[in-house]
């Protein structure tokens, strides 16, 4: 448009340097003194200087006009600042990056898909119905579902919460798929060390998910909480993210006790989600599975994968779970602050074996430990060369072992080294 209205206004001085000087400059004879063919460069200058300014305006009108054009077809303009020379930083060039909403229904739909795969191995667990006396007591209705579980094997096994089972039993319960068809079960075991809940269906043919690895998380990645609602839809979603790899809910110092065969650290997330998500699979978005809504008091705390993935092998060939026993208790030293250096030795990593005088020892009676000498004050620093720190508490090194493999560990006592030999046994069961 200015090269237009420029090439308009050349024409128009054109046509009046030739058609009426002489009128032209007698009726302004204050401002022209003298010809108007001898001042042409003077005119040049005036004209320069209104095309500047024309040029000016119009830069401030089509940058309002791309903007409000730009708003009412739902684009957003971002501007990033750059140095245009890396010798002088204060010289700058703003660059406009477009960001349309398409991008947003790409993200969208790329969780579509994840629902929809991820959706296929969650299970809803519901009371199990009688015969009713009319068509309407044998429907299950979305409020009576108990929560939900994930497909691990093909073949009908599947991990939930404790929180979802409670004190019931087989015959109790039935499972939904997500394509409504439901299932019996056959058994259900336990799993005291982790608080998971493994439940074998009268089903084959089941899909199953890729499981992840903790050492692809990291804190603030967004998870998706996939719950099963065939009774109602299909399935319910909750974006949320990853705060704590290394959690454990404390409420009094004593909670900061250990166990080698109870798992006291979890997964926390973001957000408080409901009970109806209970035994859902949380879904990083590269579609790996990291753990299951275990609850907590405000409902944000995950059980990890690794803690019902490791006794699958021995649950597939038994049908029960055989955790090792080494029977300990102690403190965490990298997850604590303040304990006394003389009982931590001025060391930030490590196993300290402690227990509570009277009621927890630190060292169970004919324990394996207690077998191979451990006592309280010792601070496992390595197990079999692994080193007890931050990432790996000794808990977990513990139960990635099976009953009677021989374990090799790493001590510290008042500032000496020294190795002790443990053969892990199965826990002696405790007579109610």
């Known amino acids: 448009m200015t090269k237009n209205k420029s090439t308009n206004e050349q024409e128009t001085i054109g046509q009046t340097t030739t058609q009426g000087l002489e009128d032209f400059y007698e009726k302004e004879p204050n401002v022209f003194k003298r010809p108007l063919i ?10 320069f200087i209104v095309c500047l300014l024309l040029g000016v305006i119009g830069g401030v009108l089509g940058e309002l006009f791309v903007n409000n054009y730009f708003s009412s077809q739902g684009l957003t303009l971002t501007s990033l600042w750059q140095p245009t020379s890396s010798v002088n930083s204060d010289e700058k060039q703003q660059v406009i990056i477009l960001r349309t909403n398409e991008i947003n229904k790409a993200e969208t739909t790329a969780i579509g898909n994840l629902v929809e795969a991820a959706g296929a191995s969650v299970v809803g667990i519901f009371p199990k119905k009688t015969d009713g006396e009319t068509i309407w007591d044998n429907i299950y209705l979305p409020q009576q579902q108990l929560g939900n579980g994930l497909i691990l094997t093909s073949d009908g096994w599947i991990v939930t919460s404790e929180q979802v089972i409670g004190k019931s039993i087989a015959t109790d319960l039935v499972i939904v798929m997500s394509d409504k068809t439901m ?37 603030g990645e967004q998870l998706l909480i996939l719950a099963n609602s065939a009774a109602n839809g299909g399935y319910k979603t909750v974006l949320t ?39 859902s ?41 055989d955790r090792p026993y080494m029977g300990v208790n102690y403190l965490d030293l990298a997850h604590i602050v303040g304990l006394d250096s003389a009982i931590s030795e001025g060391r930030m990593q490590g196993a300290v074996l402690y227990g509570e005088k009277g009621t927890l020892p630190a060292v169970m009676p004919d324990s394996p430990a207690a077998k191979a000498g451990l006592k309280a004050g010792d601070i496992i620093i390595k197990v079999n060369s692994e080193p007890v720190d931050a990432a790996h508490s000794l808990t977990e090194i ?6 009677g493999d021989a374990i090799k560990l790493t001590i510290i006592f008042q500032g000496t080294e020294r190795e002790v030999e443990v053969v892990l046994e199965a826990k002696p069961v405790v007579e109610s």
Do not use: C
């Not at 513990?398 to 009953?403: D, E, F, L, P, T």
């Open 241 to 279: 993210n990853l705060e704590k790899t290394n959690y454990q809910q404390l409420t009094k110092g004593q909670d900061l006790l250990q166990s080698t065969e109870i798992y006291k650290k979890r997964i926390l997330v973001k957000d408080k989600i409901t009970k109806e998500f209970f035994g």
């Open 183 to 219: 299932a019996e079960i056959e058994s259900i075991v336990p799993d005291n060390a982790s608080g998971a809940v493994f439940i074998k269906a009268k089903a084959q043919g089941l899909k199953v998910v890729k499981f992840g690895t903790n050492q692809t998380w990291s804190p």
């Open 38 to 47: 001898e001042h042409l460069g003077l005119v040049r200058v005036y004209y």
């Open 398 to 403: 513990v139960q990635q072992y099976k009953i």
């Open 281 to 321: 699979p949380a879904v990083n978005l590269k579609g790996e599975i990291i753990g299951i809504l275990y609850g907590g008091t405000e409902g944000n705390i995950l059980l990890p994968e690794s803690y019902f993935s490791q006794v699958m092998k021995n649950l597939l060939a038994s049908g029960q779970i």
